[in-house]
Protein backbone atom coordinates (compact mmCIF):
# COMPACT_ATOMS: atom_id res chain seq x y z
CA UNK A 1 0.00 0.00 0.00
CA UNK A 2 2.87 2.38 0.60
CA UNK A 3 4.17 1.65 -3.19
CA UNK A 4 0.72 3.84 -4.11
CA UNK A 5 0.65 7.27 -3.90
CA UNK A 6 -1.48 8.91 -1.23
CA UNK A 7 -5.28 8.36 -1.37
CA UNK A 8 -7.76 10.99 -0.47
CA UNK A 9 -10.76 10.20 1.49
CA UNK A 10 -13.12 12.32 -1.12
CA UNK A 11 -11.55 9.60 -3.82
CA UNK A 12 -12.74 6.33 -1.75
CA UNK A 13 -13.03 4.86 -5.56
CA UNK A 14 -8.95 4.94 -5.68
CA UNK A 15 -9.51 2.85 -2.24
CA UNK A 16 -11.84 0.22 -3.98
CA UNK A 17 -9.13 -0.10 -7.57
CA UNK A 18 -6.49 -1.64 -4.55
CA UNK A 19 -8.30 -4.30 -4.42
CA UNK A 20 -7.23 -5.46 -7.37
CA UNK A 21 -3.76 -5.02 -7.12
CA UNK A 22 -2.05 -8.52 -8.04
CA UNK A 23 -0.81 -9.04 -4.28
CA UNK A 24 -3.91 -7.86 -2.33
CA UNK A 25 -5.87 -10.70 -5.23
CA UNK A 26 -3.40 -13.55 -3.43
CA UNK A 27 -3.62 -11.97 0.31
CA UNK A 28 -7.67 -11.90 -0.21
CA UNK A 29 -7.92 -15.28 -1.51
CA UNK A 30 -5.76 -16.86 1.24
CA UNK A 31 -7.41 -14.80 4.16
CA UNK A 32 -10.91 -16.43 2.87
CA UNK A 33 -9.25 -19.66 3.81
CA UNK A 34 -8.69 -18.03 6.77
CA UNK A 35 -11.72 -16.98 7.46
CA UNK A 36 -13.75 -19.88 7.00
CA UNK A 37 -11.36 -21.86 9.24
CA UNK A 38 -11.84 -18.97 11.79
CA UNK A 39 -15.63 -18.74 11.36
CA UNK A 40 -15.98 -22.93 12.07
CA UNK A 41 -13.85 -22.24 15.39
CA UNK A 42 -16.25 -19.30 16.49
CA UNK A 43 -19.09 -21.94 15.65
CA UNK A 44 -17.91 -23.66 18.51
CA UNK A 45 -15.92 -21.81 20.58
CA UNK A 46 -15.90 -18.49 23.04
CA UNK A 47 -14.69 -15.04 20.88
CA UNK A 48 -12.25 -14.69 24.44
CA UNK A 49 -11.08 -18.21 23.23
CA UNK A 50 -10.19 -18.09 19.39
CA UNK A 51 -8.64 -14.88 19.31
CA UNK A 52 -5.86 -15.60 21.86
CA UNK A 53 -5.41 -18.52 19.97
CA UNK A 54 -5.23 -17.28 16.05
CA UNK A 55 -2.96 -15.01 17.74
CA UNK A 56 -0.23 -17.86 17.97
CA UNK A 57 0.00 -17.43 14.09
CA UNK A 58 1.82 -14.63 14.59
CA UNK A 59 4.88 -17.09 15.96
CA UNK A 60 4.30 -19.43 13.01
CA UNK A 61 5.25 -16.50 11.21
CA UNK A 62 8.22 -15.11 13.35
CA UNK A 63 9.81 -19.01 13.04
CA UNK A 64 9.27 -19.32 9.33
CA UNK A 65 11.08 -16.09 8.72
CA UNK A 66 13.57 -17.34 11.22
CA UNK A 67 14.26 -20.59 10.05
CA UNK A 68 12.99 -20.30 6.10
CA UNK A 69 14.01 -16.69 5.23
CA UNK A 70 16.89 -16.70 7.60
CA UNK A 71 16.25 -13.25 8.99
CA UNK A 72 17.47 -12.36 12.52
CA UNK A 73 15.13 -12.07 15.36
CA UNK A 74 15.77 -9.39 17.81
CA UNK A 75 15.42 -10.57 21.91
CA UNK A 76 12.54 -7.82 21.54
CA UNK A 77 10.57 -10.74 19.25
CA UNK A 78 12.01 -13.78 20.72
CA UNK A 79 10.02 -12.06 24.05
CA UNK A 80 6.68 -11.38 22.10
CA UNK A 81 6.88 -15.52 20.95
CA UNK A 82 7.54 -16.72 24.49
CA UNK A 83 4.53 -13.92 25.56
CA UNK A 84 1.93 -15.05 22.98
CA UNK A 85 2.98 -18.59 23.19
CA UNK A 86 2.43 -18.64 27.31
CA UNK A 87 -1.20 -16.92 26.54
CA UNK A 88 -2.29 -19.14 24.64
CA UNK A 89 -0.80 -21.93 26.96
CA UNK A 90 -2.94 -20.27 29.66
CA UNK A 91 -6.28 -19.85 27.56
CA UNK A 92 -6.02 -23.50 25.85
CA UNK A 93 -6.07 -24.52 29.72
CA UNK A 94 -9.43 -23.32 30.21
CA UNK A 95 -13.11 -24.57 28.78
CA UNK A 96 -13.15 -23.42 24.66
CA UNK A 97 -16.89 -22.42 25.73
CA UNK A 98 -18.93 -20.76 28.23
CA UNK A 99 -20.95 -22.83 29.97
CA UNK A 100 -24.77 -21.72 29.72
CA UNK A 101 -27.30 -22.97 32.71
CA UNK A 102 -30.21 -24.68 30.79
CA UNK A 103 -32.78 -22.28 30.85
CA UNK A 104 -34.92 -23.95 33.93
CA UNK A 105 -32.21 -25.24 35.75
CA UNK A 106 -31.68 -20.53 35.09
CA UNK A 107 -35.40 -20.17 37.35
CA UNK A 108 -34.25 -22.04 40.15
CA UNK A 109 -31.54 -20.88 41.20
CA UNK B 1 18.68 17.53 -8.99
CA UNK B 2 15.86 16.69 -7.49
CA UNK B 3 14.21 17.68 -4.39
CA UNK B 4 11.99 14.96 -2.56
CA UNK B 5 9.27 16.51 -1.43
CA UNK B 6 8.80 16.36 2.36
CA UNK B 7 6.44 13.19 3.86
CA UNK B 8 3.15 14.67 5.36
CA UNK B 9 3.29 13.01 8.51
CA UNK B 10 -0.30 12.59 10.18
CA UNK B 11 -0.07 14.41 13.74
CA UNK B 12 -0.58 12.29 16.67
CA UNK B 13 -4.87 13.11 16.99
CA UNK B 14 -4.89 12.37 13.42
CA UNK B 15 -2.71 8.55 13.71
CA UNK B 16 -4.75 7.89 17.29
CA UNK B 17 -7.86 7.95 15.61
CA UNK B 18 -7.19 6.13 12.17
CA UNK B 19 -5.90 3.66 14.71
CA UNK B 20 -9.18 4.18 16.88
CA UNK B 21 -11.18 3.56 13.59
CA UNK B 22 -10.12 0.08 12.68
CA UNK B 23 -9.92 -0.77 16.66
CA UNK B 24 -13.65 -0.03 16.55
CA UNK B 25 -14.77 -1.54 13.63
CA UNK B 26 -13.24 -4.80 13.76
CA UNK B 27 -14.57 -5.36 17.35
CA UNK B 28 -17.70 -3.96 16.54
CA UNK B 29 -17.35 -7.02 13.46
CA UNK B 30 -15.62 -9.86 15.34
CA UNK B 31 -18.57 -9.83 18.39
CA UNK B 32 -21.30 -9.73 15.57
CA UNK B 33 -19.54 -12.96 13.89
CA UNK B 34 -19.13 -14.59 16.99
CA UNK B 35 -22.70 -13.99 17.88
CA UNK B 36 -24.15 -15.56 14.31
CA UNK B 37 -21.80 -18.16 14.47
CA UNK B 38 -22.88 -19.34 18.30
CA UNK B 39 -26.39 -18.49 16.53
CA UNK B 40 -26.21 -20.56 13.35
CA UNK B 41 -24.55 -23.77 15.84
CA UNK B 42 -21.55 -26.10 15.53
CA UNK B 43 -20.32 -25.56 11.82
CA UNK B 44 -18.88 -29.60 12.51
CA UNK B 45 -22.37 -30.85 12.73
CA UNK B 46 -24.57 -28.96 10.66
CA UNK B 47 -21.51 -30.23 8.03
CA UNK B 48 -21.63 -34.21 8.92
CA UNK B 49 -25.83 -33.85 8.52
CA UNK B 50 -26.07 -31.79 5.39
CA UNK B 51 -22.49 -31.14 3.52
CA UNK B 52 -20.47 -28.39 2.71
CA UNK B 53 -23.42 -26.70 1.22
CA UNK B 54 -25.60 -27.05 3.96
CA UNK B 55 -22.89 -25.67 6.31
CA UNK B 56 -22.09 -22.64 3.44
CA UNK B 57 -25.93 -21.96 2.98
CA UNK B 58 -26.39 -21.74 7.13
CA UNK B 59 -23.44 -19.09 6.93
CA UNK B 60 -25.14 -17.44 4.25
CA UNK B 61 -28.54 -17.41 5.35
CA UNK B 62 -27.77 -15.57 9.03
CA UNK B 63 -28.13 -11.60 8.37
CA UNK B 64 -25.99 -10.81 11.79
CA UNK B 65 -23.18 -12.90 10.10
CA UNK B 66 -23.47 -10.09 7.25
CA UNK B 67 -23.95 -7.11 9.86
CA UNK B 68 -20.24 -8.49 10.88
CA UNK B 69 -18.63 -9.23 7.81
CA UNK B 70 -19.86 -5.34 7.26
CA UNK B 71 -18.00 -4.14 10.15
CA UNK B 72 -14.95 -6.07 9.40
CA UNK B 73 -14.85 -4.71 6.05
CA UNK B 74 -14.88 -1.46 7.40
CA UNK B 75 -11.65 -2.50 9.65
CA UNK B 76 -10.44 -3.82 6.44
CA UNK B 77 -10.54 -0.24 4.41
CA UNK B 78 -9.36 1.47 7.06
CA UNK B 79 -6.41 -0.27 7.84
CA UNK B 80 -5.80 0.48 4.14
CA UNK B 81 -6.35 3.80 4.14
CA UNK B 82 -3.84 4.02 7.03
CA UNK B 83 -1.06 2.43 6.09
CA UNK B 84 -1.76 5.03 3.00
CA UNK B 85 -0.59 7.62 5.67
CA UNK B 86 1.37 5.65 8.51
CA UNK B 87 3.66 3.10 8.21
CA UNK B 88 3.31 -0.34 9.01
CA UNK B 89 5.39 -0.55 12.09
CA UNK B 90 2.83 1.07 14.20
CA UNK B 91 -0.47 0.41 12.31
CA UNK B 92 -0.30 -3.38 12.50
CA UNK B 93 1.53 -4.23 15.98
CA UNK B 94 -1.56 -1.10 17.78
CA UNK B 95 -4.08 -2.27 15.93
CA UNK B 96 -3.45 -6.13 16.30
CA UNK B 97 -2.69 -5.66 20.23
CA UNK B 98 -5.67 -3.02 20.96
CA UNK B 99 -8.17 -5.35 19.17
CA UNK B 100 -7.41 -8.71 21.46
CA UNK B 101 -8.20 -6.43 24.45
CA UNK B 102 -11.37 -4.40 23.49
CA UNK B 103 -12.83 -7.72 22.19
CA UNK B 104 -12.16 -9.26 25.44
CA UNK B 105 -14.35 -6.30 27.13
CA UNK B 106 -16.79 -6.22 24.60
CA UNK B 107 -17.05 -10.29 24.28
CA UNK B 108 -17.85 -9.79 28.17
CA UNK B 109 -20.22 -7.18 27.64
CA UNK B 110 -22.12 -8.23 24.58
CA UNK B 111 -21.81 -11.77 24.46
CA UNK B 112 -21.86 -12.83 28.42
CA UNK B 113 -18.68 -15.11 27.55
CA UNK B 114 -17.13 -16.33 31.01
CA UNK B 115 -13.79 -13.93 30.80
CA UNK B 116 -12.10 -15.07 33.95
CA UNK B 117 -8.39 -14.61 35.27
CA UNK B 118 -6.98 -16.66 32.93
CA UNK B 119 -8.78 -15.29 29.59
CA UNK B 120 -7.92 -11.74 30.95
CA UNK B 121 -4.19 -12.66 31.50
CA UNK B 122 -4.02 -14.65 28.24
CA UNK B 123 -5.83 -11.51 26.28
CA UNK B 124 -3.07 -9.34 27.82
CA UNK B 125 -0.20 -11.58 27.12
CA UNK B 126 -0.74 -12.02 23.35
CA UNK B 127 -1.61 -8.23 23.33
CA UNK B 128 1.98 -7.46 24.62
CA UNK B 129 3.23 -9.97 22.88
CA UNK B 130 1.91 -9.64 19.44
CA UNK B 131 3.04 -5.69 19.95
CA UNK B 132 6.62 -6.88 20.53
CA UNK B 133 6.92 -9.38 17.60
CA UNK B 134 5.28 -6.74 15.18
CA UNK B 135 7.22 -3.78 15.98
New interface residues.
Given amino acids: ??S?P??A?DHPAT?IA?VFTPWIVLGIALLIGYFASY??A???A???????AA?LG??VI?LLSRYWLHESISP??W??????????G??A??PSL??RPAQGKELTQ | MTIPLPALQPGLWAASSMIAAIVLASTAGEVLTAAAMKSIGDLDEIRAHSGLKGAIRAVLTCPLFFAGVGFLALAFFSLLYSLNHLPVSLVAPASASLTLVTNAIAAKLFLHENVDRRRWASAVLVCIGVYLLAH
Avoid: H, K, Y
Avoid at chain 1, 46 to 52: A, G, I, K, R
Avoid at chain 1, 79 to 88: K, Q, W
Fill in positions: MTMPILLALTLSWDLTFVMPGNVAERAGIVLITVGVFVQGTE
